[in-house]
Structure formats: structure tokens, C-alpha cells
């Protein structure tokens, strides 16, 4: 009998990669337009992030994040760090917009990180190079376009979290067996 | 200065269940439809559940558990316990199908749920009616709904830990500043 493979990691594809980043627009689209305002600006409490912060997040990564830090590997390798991130833009961009804007916002973003993404035409070589992050050092282009995976869903866990927690009073006993709420695996 | 709202809670709302109870098939739909096989069969590794795995899940809580357990209230009260949860019954029910199947059988079956929840025209007096959970002792109506929605968003967090931490290695440096990854705030 063969071992069972690992499913728990897999190695970098920029085509499964990119497979990903596609879905994340229609993936919040289908999880937020048109729910109650209470919802979609729910949060965990204090300075804690709602799904609309989030939103601004992700719109604010496609502005100076993710293309602008692959573009300035690929022209400067590690020789200019990138810019820093500022993780509370969203808080002062986001101000007066709707929701809906912000889906719209996100997803046309998006679309053109894609299409700048697909422009580079990034081969081996490519997804080698190293540029300079500003706290964490060198890191590679590979590394850049994982982490863009994986912060997705990073926050896409946040926003199932922020909404699941709304309820942990509501549903009573039920609490020890859900595992967002309780942080057990339920 | 008003105080700012507590946003971490929301009092239970049958239209608002609803309506978030609706999206949830929409949302697998946009994330999971396409995938490559590899992402969707991924886990954290061991026995831990895919996406796959997920979405039998649900769809066996749609047979079993949600609205069968509300009319076994209605019904019973809490003369009659609920049938136990069989928290494993995908891995029989899910083999042989595809991804797309389990898609649309989980549409499918969510809308019939919710239909049968509008024609049980549930007001206050009935969110409040009482069962018998084998486990968890006595719950309410209210409590059993909330749940349904909590437990929905528990297992949307779950899909996206299993995509994220696919990555986790991949991500390098950036792991630190990954949540879904570190287990940290990030």
C-alpha cells in the first residue's frame, strides 16, 4: 500500500497561484454585497478589523503592495528595499465609501494586478530574484507571490471569524463545539 | 461624545441568519469551482478535512442536522432528543462524486433548507421552543439558528487555513507576519 501523499503543503505555481488571487473578488462579492451594514462593519471588538477594513486592505495591497514590490525586485533587485506598508491606509481611504464601492474597487484592482502579473511573463529565473523587504530582509519573488496567496486567505479567515463571533453569545451551548468561537477544534 | 457601539455582537435576527445562511454556497461556489484537484483535496494534513471534506460536511448537515433538528423541536420539544450528528459522514457519503456535484448538490439542498425555514413562519415565541441536545442538554430554536450560521463561517475558516497554509513553507519570511500561518496576530 502506498503512503497517503502530503496534501498539507504544496510547492509554488505561479498558474495555481494565480488561480487563486482570480477568486478572491467574486469570493467576498458573493460573501458581503448586500448584507446588513451591521455585518459587514462588525468587528472583534476594540481596533479590530471589520470585512469593510478588510476590504480597504486588500485594496490598498493591489495599490503599493504586491505589483509595486514585484515591480522594484525586477528593476532593483535588493539594491532599493521596498516601501512599507501601511497596514491602517484603509482607515483614512475607505472613509465615505460604500461597500459595494469598495467590491468594485477591489475587483478592478485586482484584475489589473493580474494582468500586470501575466505581463512580466515570470519564468524560474524570475521567481528567483531577490529584492529587500524593509523589516524581514531578502526575499524572493517566489516568496512574494505565495505570500500574496496565503494573505488572502488570511484574511478571508478573519472575515469568517469576524462573523462567526457575532453569534458566540446566541448560540449557547453550541459554543464548546464550534472552534471559531470557542479557539478549540470543535 | 457617544460612545462607540460594541460591534463584536449582534442579537439573533431571523432575516439576518437568512440572509447570511443564503450566501454560503455562492461563496464555496466562487472559491472552490476550478480549483486544480490538489487544492481542494488539501488539508492540514493527518485526518484533518479538504475543502472536499467541507463541503460534504455541509451538505450532511443539510440532510441530518439543521432543519430536521428544528422540526424535530416543533414537534417534540424536548420529548424526543436530537438524532446524534454524525461529524464523519462525508467520507462515505462524498466518495466517488466531484467537486462540481458536491457544488450543486449543497445549492441545491441549502435552498430547499431555507424554504423549509420560511414555511415554518417561526415568530418569537417559537425562536424560543425548546430540544433536547444528546450532548449539550437543553437548547433553543434561537440557539440551534445562530448555530447554523456560526458553524457555516467556522468551516469558511477552516477552507481558507487548509488554502493558506499550503504556503506556509513558501511564504519564507513572511510567515512572521501571517496569522493563518504563524498563529499569530499578524
Redesign the interface.
Known amino acids: 500500500m502506498e503512503p497517503a501523499a502530503?496534501?498539507?503543503?504544496?510547492?509554488?505555481s505561479l498558474l495555481?497561484a494565480r488561480?487563486?488571487l482570480e477568486?478572491t473578488p467574486?469570493?467576498v462579492?458573493?460573501?458581503l454585497r448586500?448584507?446588513?451594514d451591521?455585518?459587514t462593519?462588525?468587528?472583534?471588538?476594540g481596533e479590530?478589523w471589520?470585512p469593510f477594513d478588510v476590504l480597504g486592505h486588500y485594496i490598498h495591497g493591489e495599490r503599493t503592495d504586491w505589483i509595486p514590490r514585484l515591480a522594484r525586485i525586477l528593476e532593483h533587485g535588493t539594491a532599493v528595499p521596498f516601501d512599507k506598508f501601511d497596514r491602517f491606509a484603509q482607515f483614512r481611504d475607505s472613509a465615505g465609501k460604500s461597500l459595494p464601492e469598495l467590491l468594485d474597487e477591489f475587483a478592478r484592482l485586482r484584475a489589473g494586478s493580474l494582468s500586470a502579473l501575466d505581463a512580466f511573463a515570470l519564468d524560474e529565473a524570475a521567481l528567483d530574484r531577490r529584492g529587500q523587504?524593509p523589516a524581514?530582509?531578502e526575499?524572493?519573488v517566489?516568496?512574494?507571490l505565495?505570500?500574496w496567496?496565503?494573505?488572502d486567505?488570511?484574511h478571508?479567515?478573519?472575515?469568517?471569524?469576524v462573523?462567526?463571533?457575532?453569534?458566540?453569545?446566541?448560540?449557547?451551548?453550541?459554543r464548546?463545539?464550534?472552534?471559531?468561537?470557542s479557539g478549540q477544534p470543535?
Open positions: 502530503d496534501r498539507s503543503r504544496r510547492n509554488f495555481e488561480a487563486l477568486r467574486a469570493i462579492d458573493a460573501w448586500g448584507l446588513p451591521e455585518w462593519r462588525a468587528n472583534e471588538g479590530s471589520s523587504h524581514l530582509g526575499v524572493t517566489r516568496q512574494l505565495a505570500t496567496v496565503a494573505h486567505n488570511d478571508l479567515v478573519q472575515i469568517a471569524r462573523l462567526a463571533n457575532q453569534y458566540a453569545d446566541e448560540v449557547g451551548p453550541w464548546a463545539f464550534l472552534r471559531v468561537i470543535g
